[in-house]
């Protein structure tokens, strides 16, 4: 028995994983049953992803091969996976990677998994970048806001910062992997960590998703976002608003005239960042909602 497996044996008895030669088939309704237990939303997309990820299958070779026989290698990869998954691990965790806007960012429980909710706020700023511009992204994490835009817009220059160290090592692998060469990543506390050179007015956008939750709310989370996201990107402290104040509070003296800054923010925190951008002189002030019909996204200029 090897390393895994006699590390794992009791969980594997608890949840009944059949024994012996298993198919791929009956594999993935195991696991999807086993999930469904364990009150897993989307088990059976799960339990498919789990096993692609270790045999490298889709959907055709999945109808056409489905009774082929999983190696016990691979079997006992997917049982390691599914009792990570049934404890609530989330599943981009186990992957290591998730797909957003079309690219693929590597993931881990240092960085905050990215969400098609932020998607919409990437549209609103590829609407007023073009090759000529400069972005900066504040509390950037996996990287997946600014990077996206230097893929899809082409912009002159994009700098992301983070105060956390290991973050920012998640960002600094998915620059790579995408060659995002004009993307500069700096470690500080907001705009502390930009050098002296930019000092002043020298962004066209400054885009920033930070952490908006209440703290007192935090212990009401799903476990998944409790147990696994990173609090550092998560908590908004009181009110959920420090993060915002403080931004909209310096913003200004690194945006060009007429420069744009947009922010993602929770559904019931419209009103108030927008009221924090037009007290600081930003115009032009619009709430966008994601696809749920949700207040998402904050958009203003500064004079």
């Not at 500080?188 to 908006?212: C, T």
């Amino acid at each position: 028995m090897t390393e895994l497996n006699m590390n794992m044996k009791q969980e594997y008895n608890k949840y009944m994983f059949p024994e012996g030669t298993v198919s791929i088939q009956q594999a993935v309704h195991e696991g999807t049953k086993i999930l469904q237990e364990q009150k897993i939303e989307n088990a059976s997309y799960d339990s498919f992803a789990l096993l692609a990820d270790i045999n490298g299958m889709d959907k055709t070779f999945y109808y056409m091969h489905g009774q082929d026989a999983l190696s016990d290698d691979e079997y006992e990869r997917f049982q390691h996976s599914i009792m990570l998954r049934a404890g609530h691990t989330p599943l981009q965790h186990i992957l290591g990677k998730v797909y957003f806007y079309g690219y693929e960012y590597k993931v881990n429980s240092d960085v905050l998994i990215p969400r098609p909710d932020t998607e919409v706020l990437v549209e609103q700023v590829l609407k007023q970048v073009d090759e000529s511009s400069r972005v900066l992204d504040i509390c950037t994490g996996s990287g997946c806001i600014i990077l996206t835009i230097a893929k899809e817009a082409g912009i002159s220059q994009g700098t992301g910062i983070d105060i956390s160290e290991a973050a920012l090592k998640v960002a600094e692998e998915n620059r790579k992997s995408l060659s995002a060469e004009q993307v500069t990543l700096l470690q500080g506390d907001l705009f502390q960590a930009l050098p002296d050179e930019d000092q002043y007015k020298n962004y066209d956008l400054i885009v920033s998703n930070p952490p908006y939750i209440r703290s007192d709310v935090i212990p009401t989370l799903s476990e998944e976002v409790r147990e696994h996201d990173p609090m550092l990107a998560l908590d908004g402290f009181e009110d959920g608003l420090y993060f915002y104040r403080k931004i909209i509070e310096s913003a200004a003296h690194y945006l060009k005239a007429e420069g744009w800054l947009m922010f993602e923010i929770g559904y019931d925190q419209a009103r108030a960042v927008s009221n924090l951008m037009k007290e600081h002189g930003y115009t032009q002030v619009t709430t966008v909602k994601d696809l749920a019909g949700l207040d998402r996204v904050v958009t203003g200029r500064i004079g």
